[in-house]
Structure formats: structure tokens, C-alpha cells
């Protein structure tokens, strides 16, 4: 064989080392990232969830244990809400934690739905898992459900 010959193998050897290096590298580092996506995707994402007023009265009505909390304001609680809610003002929720327990689940509810959406974000990025959205208690008085 002559030495031009030797030399295009050793050549083409030497391309066929690296193209397989290169291929084997990718393959690993696409497995990582498949590995890697797959573990993100598997977390269970803690969000709250919406229950309208007739769910709420399906799921917990017979007595089902759960805090339900009113987070408007108090004036606005005294003028009338939900049979055993307590009052917690969104405003004051932060550090009022210590008074939601983190083993039942938690409704909340205001008049509109706005304040409520912003206290279930607030109890979910505390850790807590089962948050309920009650909305306002304009729907749950439109439905002709009572309040004291």
C-alpha cells in the first residue's frame, strides 16, 4: 500500500472517530435533556382551582371539614357572608398563615372574585395545597344561597 493510501485511511478513520464522537455526545446530551424535562414535567404544580357555589355546597356542605375565609374587609364581613367563614382581609393574609391550617383544604371568597384569586396565589405559593376559589358572594347570593 503506499503511503498516500495509508495516510487517506488514517484520514478517513480519523473523520469517522469524531463524526462518532460528535453523534454519541449528542445522543447523551439529548438523553440529559430529555431526563432532565421529563423530571420538570412530572412535578405536581400546586394551583388553586375554581368551585362554584354549587359545588362548594356538594363538596363541603354536609360537612365536610374545611376553613372557609372571607377576605374582604371586615366592614364589608359584617355586612353579611357565607354561614362559618372567618374573616381574613387578603390585605392581612401574609402574615396571618398561622391561622390556616395546612392539613384541610381552604376556600376563599370576597365579592367580586378579585381578591380571592389574589389570596389563593397567595396561600399556594405558601405551601398550601388544597386551595378552593369560591369567586364572590355576588354569585352565591344571586343563587339565592344564604348568608348571615
Not at 484520514?11 to 462518532?20: G, W
Not at 432532565?36 to 405536581?44: K, Q, R, V
Not at 355546597?57 to 360537612?63: A, I, K, L, S, V
Not at 371568597?109 to 358572594?137: F, H, K, M, P, T
Request: hydrophobic share 40%.
Amino acid at each position: 500500500m503506499s503511503k498516500k493510501s495509508r495516510a487517506s485511511q488514517s484520514s478517513n478513520r480519523t473523520i469517522i472517530i469524531v463524526a462518532l464522537t460528535v453523534l454519541a455526545l449528542i445522543a447523551g446530551g439529548a438523553a440529559w435533556i430529555s431526563t432532565a424535562n421529563s423530571a420538570t414535567a412530572t412535578a405536581p404544580v400546586i394551583t388553586s382551582q375554581r368551585i362554584t357555589p354549587l359545588e362548594y355546597q356538594n363538596e363541603f356542605g354536609d360537612g365536610t371539614p374545611h376553613l372557609l375565609i372571607d377576605v374582604r374587609t371586615p366592614k364589608e364581613f359584617a355586612s353579611g357572608h357565607i354561614q362559618n367563614a372567618i374573616n381574613i382581609p387578603v390585605e392581612t393574609l401574609q402574615t396571618r398563615l398561622d391561622e390556616v391550617p395546612g392539613d384541610a383544604p381552604v376556600v376563599v371568597y370576597c365579592r367580586s372574585g378579585n381578591r380571592s384569586a389574589s389570596a389563593a396565589q397567595i396561600l399556594v405559593e405558601n405551601g398550601y395545597q388544597q386551595i378552593y376559589d369560591l369567586g364572590g358572594i355576588k354569585d352565591w347570593v344571586a343563587l339565592g344561597m344564604p348568608i348571615q
